[in-house]
């Protein structure tokens, strides 16, 4: 199952992948602000609230333990959002002035003198902030030290931080925004020579494989030179393919029209004697036809086998043995002789064993036809330190030197071969070991034929 965002266009995928990170920085950031704008505003609200402690002190002590002001009072709780409560008691928790009832510290917390302590309470079912200070007394009457305590609710404070964090998120999500629209556009105009990559193959017929000469970003010349060098295996893919398919068919029509004449005149023979020797041609020239569709076949087979996905460990002395063996068994029974022999340390290769198989046929039948059916055919298997070696020799007539090359080419037959060759057995041979990455020759300057293929470990 594919991912989602691989399923995505090119924008799209490049959209998100470059405005998710700020969406997720926005956030943090976001976040951020309010653990900073939270601890910037209780420090404030602390700070205010120490000032208003000592505040009330003087002011009480200044009126010798009278309640505050209303006036007093008053601005206090408009400076600071919320309703302000007080209480101070003398040495020894004496009650001198403010609201009777105040919050209760947390166990444990005891405040220290001229230190202010403050902490978390509910006022009235609300949450609050409450701060204890310990201070030396300035009254005649009250000599000693006093406790001041403070509280008031919080909620003008928490609605200060979060219009702090509104307004950040309001400033964030603007920047985002912003920052998305100029990427989408960036995105798209910045594509614009990829789609008009596009638009251009599109207009293209199915036979038009020149390489494209438009001008692309430096980001796209390796996908273009990729696409070009595609076109041109192509064309020369095509242009191989339509030589091999018209000469097969004039390679093939010939046979058909032999045969064709061939059973007409056996129809129509005058006696029997005629009648056999007409069928005899028929049969021959239907079994050169089967050899050459079996050829064209192979050349097929060669080019659509996938050699990575079928090349496997390969006993190649076993199996040159065997296919000599079965050679063998045909050849001698027609007054030839076929020798084989090993040379080196013998070692598995990685190959394909049906198509060596097929090429190792070919050798065979091209030394019984080129040196007739009494030859002298030798197989060698010859290992090398980085290759393994095939020779099949014979002693017929030869190969001329200038012709080593061209005995390859596909449907090329020497001067004196007019009957049983078609000109396919070589260059299949030639396709096999090019398809292992390796290569076939005819070695100069032996007696009769001698084929070599050379197989890369």
């Not at 609200?45 to 006036?71: H, K, P």
């Not at 050849?331 to 598995?348: H, K, M, N, S, Y």
Request: with cysteine.
């Amino acid at each position: 199952m594919k991912r989602p965002l691989s399923r995505l266009s090119l924008r799209g995928r490049l959209f998100l992948l470059l405005v998710t990170p700020l969406v997720v920085l926005a956030t943090v950031l976001s976040i951020s602000r309010f653990v900073q704008f939270s601890h910037l505003s209780r420090q404030i609200y602390d700070n205010t609230l120490y000032t208003v402690a000592l505040t009330i002190s003087r002011d009480v002590m200044l009126s010798e333990g009278d309640m505050l002001a209303d006036q007093l009072l008053a601005a206090l709780t408009q400076s600071l959002g919320d309703r302000i409560y007080y209480r101070i008691t003398g040495p020894d928790g004496a009650y001198i002035t403010g609201y009777s009832a105040a919050p209760r510290r947390p166990e444990g917390k005891e405040p220290e003198p001229g230190v202010p302590l403050y902490f978390d309470t509910t006022v009235n079912g609300l949450p609050g902030r409450a701060l204890t200070l310990i201070d030396t007394g300035t009254d005649p009457d009250t000599p000693g030290v006093v406790t001041i305590e403070v509280w008031q609710t919080v909620e003008q404070r928490n609605t200060f931080s979060r219009e702090l964090i509104a307004q950040t998120i309001a400033h964030f999500s603007l920047i985002v925004l912003a920052a998305a629209s100029l990427v989408w556009f960036g995105i798209t105009f910045g594509l614009r020579p990829l789609r008009e990559l596009e638009e251009a193959i599109l207009a293209r017929s199915p036979d038009d494989l020149r390489p494209i000469r438009r001008w692309v970003p430096p980001e796209l010349r390796t996908l273009v030179g990729a696409t070009n060098s595609l076109f041109q295996r192509l064309t020369r893919a095509f242009a191989l393919r339509d030589a091999f398919i018209s000469d097969a068919a004039h390679q093939v029509r010939n046979p058909i029209a032999a045969l064709q004449a061939q059973a007409e005149a056996a129809q129509s023979a005058p006696d029997e004697a005629t009648l056999r020797r007409r069928l005899a041609e028929v049969v021959t020239t239907a079994r050169s036809t089967g050899r050459l569709t079996n050829q064209l076949l192979s050349m097929e087979r060669v080019r659509g086998r996938d050699l990575r996905s079928l090349s496997e460990t390969v006993d190649l002395v076993a199996l040159t043995g065997d296919v000599t063996r079965d050679f063998a068994a045909r050849f001698l029974a027609g007054g030839g002789e076929v020798t084989f022999d090993v040379i080196g340390t013998a070692r598995p290769i990685q190959a394909d064993t049906v198509l060596l198989r097929e090429m190792l046929a070919n050798l065979l039948d091209n030394a019984q036809i080129y040196a007739g059916p009494k030859a002298q055919i030798a197989v060698r298997v010859e290992f090398t330190p980085d290759a393994a070696m095939i020779e099949v020799a014979d002693n017929g007539p030869g190969i001329p030197p200038h012709l080593h090359e061209r005995v390859f080419d596909r449907f090329y037959r020497l001067d004196h071969d007019t009957v049983a060759g078609c000109g396919l057995g070589l260059a299949i041979v030639r396709d096999i070991a090019q398809s292992h990455g390796g290569s076939a020759e005819v070695r100069p300057d032996t007696q009769g034929c001698t084929l070599r293929i050379r197989l890369p470990d």
